[in-house]
């Protein structure tokens, strides 16, 4: 065939011809129209997900000395021993000394006319030790959607101990002299110490073991078998945030069930807090509430 001869392919002729080979697996002739709907996808770049959040550490209850009768080898005597400063402190397992990164603190709550509706007022006290000014006995404040009872009064002080003892837990200073260096030693164990086996049972959980009832409140949604909120749900939550703070900084909170009678100091600060000043300060402030401020008398002078 003479170059003058030469056939020139057709413009709209594929550019492989009449050839024999194969054409490639993705050339678009040999692509349906789903196979290039999910080539265009699979070629689409899409923006990068946000890196996952780290899952939130567990929070973990434990009841002492549950938790460590094997430690203590069930010798479960004189375990509150006071430290230099006079705050207490659970002692050392075989020992007869102080665990100074610990620190217990009782509580205790006290509600006139507990149960009925004569309930106008309640109080909490919160024991670290004789001498400590973190120790004190006060009132519940009243409000529109306060309720007093003996039970709101003890998760009251389990707030306000949670939160005194959560400086010891950031930088420590419950512990030797104010020059000490051992002041810097910071608290990693929390033993709450109350007679209430409602809130013991509840966060600490059963004294043979027994699961916390928290972790099955909060499995459920803190709601109840019948479809209802737990009862005083907002002081528990506000528990549990402090229970989460303290975790996070490396501090465990343990709750200790004791006999009444062993609880004295801090059922003493709670009923202080009833004492006849506080009833009338109660009054005045009843009063208040109905018919407004009381009206200023102006001395004439003489």
Not at 109 to 114: I, K, R, T
Not at 220 to 244: C, M, P, Y
Request: one cysteine or more; a positive charge.
């Amino acid at each position: 065939m003479s170059p003058s001869q030469v056939i020139k392919p057709d413009p709209g002729t594929p550019p492989y011809g009449n050839s024999s080979r194969k054409r490639p697996r993705d050339s678009p002739d040999s692509l349906d129209q789903s196979s290039v709907h999910d080539t265009k996808k699979r070629m689409i770049r899409h923006p990068a997900a946000p890196p996952s959040r780290p899952p939130e550490a567990e929070l973990t209850f434990g009841r002492f000395p549950v938790s460590r009768s094997i430690e203590y080898s069930r010798n479960l005597d004189h375990l509150d021993i006071t430290g230099p400063r006079g705050f207490h402190h659970i002692r050392r397992p075989r020992t007869s000394t102080p665990d100074r990164s610990s620190i217990i603190v009782a509580i205790a709550g006290a509600c006139p006319n507990n149960g009925t509706g004569g309930a106008q007022r309640s109080s909490c006290g919160v024991y670290f030790g004789d001498s400590c000014r973190e120790t004190r006995g006060f009132k519940v404040d009243s409000g529109p959607a306060t309720t007093h009872t003996n039970q709101c009064a003890e998760l009251h002080a389990a707030i306000a101990a949670l939160d005194a003892v959560k400086p010891f837990c950031e930088k420590g200073g419950h512990w030797g002299s104010a020059t000490s260096v051992d002041k810097q030693c910071r608290v990693t164990h929390v033993v709450v110490q109350s007679h209430s086996s409602y809130i013991v049972e509840a966060v600490g959980g059963g004294k043979r073991g027994q699961s916390p009832y928290m972790k099955t409140w909060m499995a459920n949604g803190f709601v109840t078998a019948q479809g209802l909120s737990i009862k005083n749900l907002d002081l528990w939550q506000e528990i549990l945030q402090r229970l989460r703070d303290l975790q996070s900084l490396g501090s465990f909170v343990e709750f200790w069930l004791v006999p009444k009678a062993e609880n004295q100091a801090a059922r003493e600060l709670a009923t202080a807090g009833q004492s006849r000043r506080a009833a009338a300060e109660d009054m005045m402030a009843s009063f208040r509430n109905a018919y407004g401020p009381f009206p200023t008398v102006k001395k004439e002078p003489k």
